[in-house]
Nanobody
């Protein structure tokens, strides 16, 4: 069965960095677009970033462009999100998802990122 397991979240001060990882299994990872989507406390889902199946094309929400970098390793079935210059408004539960943004068909359980001094 499809499994997506996120890791790497935590508490970080404003301006700091974190790297999220997502371990994928149960499907042919290399043929799917993958996404990161987040949900802040008390708010709806917000698309963060997509990456094409081969990793050539990447897409970002304006709110994270220039600060976050999505990447993937198809040999290891892993998806990553490098987050730099974090801001308090980046505080959210971050989900790895199979597919593009809100049309993704499988989601992980989420990894909490908290940005606070």
């Amino acid at each position: 069965q499809v499994q997506l397991v996120e890791s790497g979240g935590g508490l970080v001060q404003p301006g700091g960095s974190l790297r999220l990882s997502c371990a994928a299994s149960g499907f042919t990872f290399s043929i799917y677009y993958m996404s990161w989507v987040r949900q802040a406390p008390g708010k709806g889902l917000e698309w963060v970033s997509d990456i094409s199946n081969g990793g050539i094309s990447t897409y970002y929400a304006d709110s994270v462009k220039g600060r976050f970098t999505i990447s993937r390793d198809n040999a290891k079935n892993t998806l990553s999100l490098q987050m730099n210059n974090l801001k308090p408004e980046d505080t959210a539960l971050y989900y790895c998802a199979r597919g593009r943004g809100y049309s993704a068909d499988y989601w992980g359980q989420g990894s909490q990122v908290t940005v606070s001094s």
